[in-house]
């Protein structure tokens, strides 16, 4: 069974300018998670999806952030525009409802000069 | 506002020795409480998970943790490191019993032969 895919793996851009970056789930899971990591602090809850519609999105900086998943199947987080302190590692991270655990990808680094 | 401190940023243990990470939580009501791992190029992994019951829980690679409601803590432990646990270990508590996850800082292990 695949797991939480993740893409891309790395993305550098220039202040500015947009990223989308996209996270596949585990099939099935209809609970999905995007958190961030900056550098040297902890991993933060960004927002929350149960399907298609988001159940908290308390965690979103600012509404340069823009996070969808049509269909209750992938998930998108668009940075628009992207300034420095966007830098850092996004997880994405899925588990079935009532699991009580997540199933994380290896995360998108995101690099904003 | 729940909380986890993780106040070992850097561990250096000799291969073979035991290994003892500290996690501290500050939560109102009986947490959930976890341990992941993120080697090297792979995303978080889910160690070992506290919900209730028995306050040692046992987890996968020989690793151990146990709950002590009086110190608010859930510290890891395992009695024998090898090189291959050379990872970033983070300590979660689950807010309000939901898969909403609060991490700590996380805690790099570095392992000499």
């Known amino acids: 069974e695949a797991g939480v895919t993740q893409f891309p793996s790395h993305s550098v851009i220039e202040k500015g300018q947009t990223v989308t970056l996209r996270c596949d789930p585990i099939?099935?899971?209809?609970?999905l998670y995007w958190y961030r990591r900056v550098m040297g602090k902890e991993i933060k809850f960004l927002l929350h999806?149960?399907?298609?519609?988001?159940?908290?999105e308390s965690g979103m900086p600012n509404n340069r952030f823009l996070a969808e998943r049509t269909g209750g199947t992938y998930s998108t987080l668009k940075v628009q525009p992207a300034e420095l302190e966007d830098s850092g590692v996004y997880f994405c991270?899925?588990?079935?409802?009532?699991?009580?655990?997540?199933?994380f990808g290896e995360g998108s680094r995101l690099t904003v000069l | 506002a729940q909380s986890v401190t993780q106040p070992d940023i850097h561990i250096t243990v000799s291969e073979g020795a035991s290994l003892e990470l500290r996690c501290n939580y500050s939560?109102?009501?009986?947490?959930?409480l976890f341990w992941y791992v993120q080697s090297p190029g792979q995303g978080l992994q889910l160690l070992l998970k506290?919900?209730?019951?028995?306050?040692l829980v046992q987890g996968i690679k020989g690793f151990e943790a146990e709950f002590k409601r009086s110190q608010s803590s859930f510290n890891l432990r395992k009695p024998s490191v090898h090189w291959s646990d050379a990872a970033e270990y983070f300590c979660?508590?689950?807010?309000?019993?939901?898969?909403?996850?609060?991490f700590g800082t996380g805690t790099r292990l570095q392992v000499f032969p």
């Open positions: 991270a899925s588990s079935p409802l009532g699991a009580g655990e997540l199933f």
């Open positions: 099939s099935g899971h209809d609970n």
């Open positions: 939560y109102g009501a009986t947490p959930y």
């Open positions: 506290y919900f209730s019951g028995d306050t």
């Open positions: 979660a508590v689950g807010e309000d019993n939901t898969d909403k996850l609060i």
């Open positions: 999806f149960v399907k298609e519609s988001k159940q908290d």
